[in-house]
C-alpha cells in the first residue's frame, strides 16, 4: 500500500470515529452539540438526516389545530395572542392538513450573526414553503409543482422536480380522502414538534389531545413552523414514485439492477443525458445495456447514491436511495452482489415497478421494456468498501 492510499485509509477512520462518537452523543444526549461544519464528520451526519425522508405524520383538519374553527370560513379578528377568530354562522368544508414531523434536525448557527437555521426548513423554504411567523395566522401560499400522493401504505411528498421529500406511513380517514378528493389540494405543515412523535417515558395512551396540540402551538409560536399548499393526488398505481432494487438474476439480469423513478432525473435533463437507452431492442438479451457517461454509483452500509464522479461530491449528487424499516438484509446482500461485479444496472421509468402481486415478474418485465437503462460503475471506493462516509 502506498503511502498516499495509507493516508486516506487511516483519514476515513478517523472520520468514521468522529461520526460514529456524534452518533453517540445524539442516542446519549439527544443532539451532537456544536459541530465544525466543514468538518467530514459533519457533512456526513447533514447527509443522512437530509437524505432520510421518511418520518412520523398524521392527517388533521385544520379545525382540529384550532378547536371550534370552521376550516375556510372566512377570519374576522384576531386574539391579542395571535389566535384567529372564525365566522361559523356558514357550514363550509373542512380544510385537510398533512403534518411531518421529521425526528432529526441539522441546526446551523451563523457565527458572524449568530442567526440559527435548519437546514431542512431552509431547502423547504427555497422550494415554494413559507414560513409561519410566531403568532401569525396559520396559512400558506401554494407551492407550484409540489404534490402529495396517496401509496398504498401512507403518503408521499414530491418536490417539483419528482424528488421524495417527505413520506411516511398512516391510515388515511375516508372523510380526510374526501375533502382532499373535493378540493384537490391539502395544507402541508413541516416542523420538529407538531405532536406526532410520542415523547421519551410516555406512551400512546397516556399522550393527550391537549398535550399534542399545545406542542404543535409552541412549536408554531417559536418560529419553528413551514406550511404550504400543495396538490393532492390520489392513489396513481401507474406512476413510479419510489425506487427498487432487485437481485441478480432476477429476470434473467446479469447484475444488480436499482429501478429509479423518471422524476429523480428530471432536473439534470433526465436518464438519457447520461447515456441511458431504451431496455431492449427487439430480440436482444436483457443484460446487454449501454455504458452511462458521467454517472457513477457510491455504495455504503446505508445507502446508495448515483453522482457525477467528475464534479465536488456536495454538487455532483443526482439522487439517492436508502432502506426502508425491515430491508437492511436484502440491501446488503444486495450491496455485495454490486461490489462483487462493479457494476449495476439502473433502469428508469415513469411507470411503477411492481415487486409484490399476481403476475408480478411479468408485470415487471413489462415496465422495464418501456423504460431506459445504463450499466453504471460504482466508485472505487465503493467496490473496496471505503468510502468518504466510511467503512462498509
Known amino acids: 500500500m502506498g503511502k498516499a492510499a495509507r493516508n486516506r485509509r487511516l483519514r476515513s477512520a ?28 459533519t457533512r456526513q451526519l447533514m447527509a443522512q438526516v437530509l437524505d432520510q425522508t421518511e418520518m412520523p405524520c398524521r392527517a388533521a383538519f385544520i379545525d382540529s389545530l384550532f378547536p371550534g374553527a370552521g376550516t375556510v370560513a372566512p377570519v374576522t379578528d384576531v386574539t391579542d395572542s395571535g389566535e384567529p377568530v372564525f365566522d361559523l354562522t356558514e357550514t363550509r368544508d ?10 432529526r434536525m441539522v441546526m446551523a448557527t ?12 431552509e431547502a423547504l423554504v427555497s422550494g415554494g414553503f413559507t414560513r409561519v411567523p410566531p403568532l401569525a395566522l396559520l396559512g400558506a401560499m401554494p407551492a407550484d409543482g409540489w404534490e402529495l400522493y396517496r401509496t398504498t401504505d401512507g403518503v408521499v411528498l414530491i418536490d417539483p422536480y419528482g424528488g421524495t421529500v417527505a413520506e411516511g406511513r398512516l391510515t388515511l380517514d375516508p372523510e380526510w380522502v374526501s375533502a382532499a378528493a373535493s378540493s384537490r389540494q391539502v395544507l402541508v405543515l413541516v416542523g420538529p414538534r407538531l405532536g406526532i412523535r410520542v ?3 410516555r406512551t400512546l395512551e397516556s399522550y393527550t389531545t391537549d398535550e399534542r396540540l399545545k406542542e404543535f402551538h409552541q412549536c408554531r409560536h417559536e418560529g419553528h413552523l413551514i406550511a404550504a399548499v400543495v396538490g393532492w393526488r390520489g392513489p396513481d398505481r401507474g406512476k413510479a414514485l419510489k425506487w427498487v432494487l432487485l437481485r441478480r438474476g432476477s429476470l434473467g439480469l446479469a447484475l444488480p439492477l436499482a429501478y429509479v423513478p423518471a422524476a429523480s432525473f428530471r432536473a439534470h435533463g433526465g436518464a438519457e443525458a447520461f447515456g441511458f437507452t431504451t431496455f431492449l431492442p427487439p430480440g436482444a438479451p436483457i443484460n446487454e445495456p449501454s455504458l ?6 457510491e455504495l455504503t452500509a446505508t445507502d446508495l447514491d448515483l453522482i457525477r464522479p467528475d464534479v465536488d461530491r ?6 439517492g436511495y436508502r432502506p426502508g424499516p425491515g430491508s437492511d438484509e436484502m440491501f446488503r446482500a444486495w450491496g455485495k452482489e454490486a461490489r462483487r461485479h462493479g457494476y449495476i444496472l439502473v433502469a428508469s421509468g415513469e411507470k411503477d415497478l411492481p415487486a409484490t402481486g399476481p403476475d408480478c415478474a411479468k408485470r ?6 418501456d423504460s431506459v437503462v445504463a450499466a ?3 466508485t472505487p471506493s465503493s467496490r473496496s468498501g471505503q468510502t468518504e462516509r466510511g467503512e462498509q
Not at 415487471?364 to 421494456?369: G, S
Open 314 to 319: 456536495e454538487l455532483g449528487w443526482i439522487c
Open 199 to 201: 415523547p421519551p417515558g
Open 364 to 369: 415487471a418485465f413489462e415496465v422495464l421494456m
Open 94 to 103: 373542512r380544510v385537510p392538513v398533512m403534518m411531518f414531523e421529521p425526528e
Open 110 to 121: 451563523d457565527t458572524a450573526t449568530g442567526t440559527t437555521h435548519d437546514l431542512l426548513t
Open 376 to 378: 453504471v460503475p460504482l
Open 292 to 297: 452511462a457517461r458521467g454517472l457513477a454509483a
Open 14 to 41: 478517523r472520520q468514521q470515529q468522529q461520526a460514529d462518537a456524534a452518533e453517540a452523543r445524539v442516542r446519549r444526549d439527544g443532539h451532537t452539540g456544536p459541530m465544525p461544519a466543514a468538518a467530514p464528520a
